[in-house]
């Protein structure tokens, strides 16, 4: 072939990569990726935002928003502006089974509906007819959940982390200054954890438990299976011991969630931590994170220490490009930690997906067979916005109560026979349920 060919196809290969990529990070209103993410409950706050009992001001997927509980107990999320004179409501006074605009003490309940305009004659006779922008809201996990989308909401997935009893959960979140996309592939990544999270846990016996499968075998073999939910993906080392293996079992949740295992996998089978990845902008997000176990008591205290010790206000990572992330260059060299942060995950996922920039330029990579699972994630997102397109339901909305049980989420860490069969394995898993929760710990606490 020519080279002026060649040259002109790799022009054309980019500049498609380019539109793909902008197409895939904008998540505003009427934006393809935002409409996609708006058919999908999202989480949008901490359930402990509101017991102060004051509304909450928030911004998601570029929408400003004002969050609040009323006299009666229910969650509303609202348009910031007053439909009247566009007074932020986020100063508004919670009352009388609404939030009351502080300018002219117009009140809107949950559902947007004014519900008085005290300075209008007979309390506002046409008050029924405004309308004001409302999302409907759900308690789960530790977490508050918006449907932003149109139509009929879907149901909120059942899956084992929102348990109503936080026995069995911590919940915590992280303002990242990125994407929310690069980010949440980060979590689908099943090779990185061998190297940027690589700690040396030397009194930490859950932790050392769960991070000697990362270092046994650094080039795990890699298989991803499409699931319900999203993907299901399978790595699979060999373990120290001959003749054994260690399989992980994670998932990618379409559209911006994953499902996998955190320090809670030293605790043994039946635990999983499930991250959200909720744009504020197309240049910040969310990273809710829940991290649960069905039979054993996750350290929520030695967890909310770490949290404490790694943010400032507005639960902001303290480490920043500004200060270059507090790297530890001696730690580095005596073998303490691969990259010189500390112990914490979520602080060496934080610092390398801003470090990629604002907004990934997926033009500039060079993908490998060990990014398999995030060249199908994508392809998988593609695939859901046609779906949206052309008024389909995307790829893990659910709307049949019978369907909404997910045991067969399953996340994984395990040391199998070499030559046990995987999926088989994995079938025996399900059918036992290995997320029923143990009534005791609940007891105990």
């Known amino acids: 072939m020519d080279q002026s060919i060649r040259d002109a196809a790799a022009d054309e290969r980019l500049a498609e ?38 509304p909450v001001p928030l911004r998601i997927m570029s929408e400003d928003l004002v969050l609040f509980r009323d006299d009666q107990g229910r969650v509303g999320l609202l348009g910031i502006k007053c439909a009247h004179r566009c007074a932020d409501l986020s100063y508004g006074r919670v009352e009388h089974g609404g939030l009351r605009c502080v300018y002219h003490g117009w009140l809107y309940d949950v559902n947007g509906r004014c519900l008085q305009q005290p300075g209008e004659p007979g309390g506002g006779v046409h008050k029924d007819q405004i309308r004001h922008k409302a999302y409907p809201c759900r308690e789960a996990g530790g977490l508050i959940w918006a449907y932003m989308g149109p139509g009929e909401p879907p149901l909120l997935p059942n899956y084992p982390a929102f348990t109503e009893s936080d026995a069995y959960r911590y919940s915590a979140r992280w303002l990242i200054e990125c994407n929310f996309l690069h980010a949440n592939e980060g979590s689908i990544d099943p090779v990185h954890t061998s190297y940027l999270h690589a700690y040396n846990y030397k009194t930490n016996e859950t932790q050392r438990r769960s991070m000697e499968v990362f270092q046994a075998d650094l080039a795990p073999r890699l298989r991803v299976a499409e699931s319900r939910y999203g993907l299901r993906i399978f790595a699979e080392r060999n373990a120290s011991t001959p003749g054994k293996k260690t399989l992980r079992v994670t998932n990618f949740l379409m559209p911006n969630g994953a499902a996998i295992n955190g320090p809670e996998a030293g605790l043994g089978r039946g635990g999983l931590s499930i991250h959200y990845h909720v744009p504020i902008d197309d240049t910040h997000h969310w990273r809710f994170e829940m991290r649960f176990h ?3 008591a996750i350290d ?31 730690e580095m060299k005596r073998g ?5 942060m500390g112990p914490m995950f979520p602080v060496h996922d934080v610092f390398v997906t801003q470090s990629q920039g604002a907004i990934h330029d997926q033009s500039a990579e060079h993908l490998t067979t060990t990014d398999v699972a995030i060249v199908r994630a994508r392809r998988q997102l593609l695939g859901a916005l046609k779906d949206v ?4 339901d995307p790829v893990g909305v659910m709307r049949d109560e019978a369907q909404n049980e997910c045991s067969d989420l399953l996340v994984l860490t395990e040391t199998l026979d070499a030559a046990e069969d ?8 399900t059918a036992e349920k290995i997320y029923t929760l143990d009534p005791a710990l609940a007891a105990s606490k």
């Open 17 to 54: 990569i380019r539109k793909t990529n902008e197409l895939m990070t904008r998540t505003g209103p009427s934006t393809p990726m935002g409409d996609l993410l708006r058919r999908y409950w999202q989480p949008v706050a901490l359930q402990s935002d509101l017991d102060a009992g004051d």
């Open 294 to 296: 069905s039979k054993k």
């Open 300 to 330: 929520k205290v030695a967890l909310a220490q770490q949290h404490r010790d790694e943010k400032i206000a507005g639960d902001r990572p303290r480490r920043t490009a500004e200060n270059r992330y507090l790297q530890n260059r001696d």
């Open 336 to 340: 303490i930690s691969f990259i010189g």
């Open 389 to 392: 397109t052309a008024g389909r």
């Open 422 to 429: 995987v999926d088989a394995f994995c079938e025996r898993m």
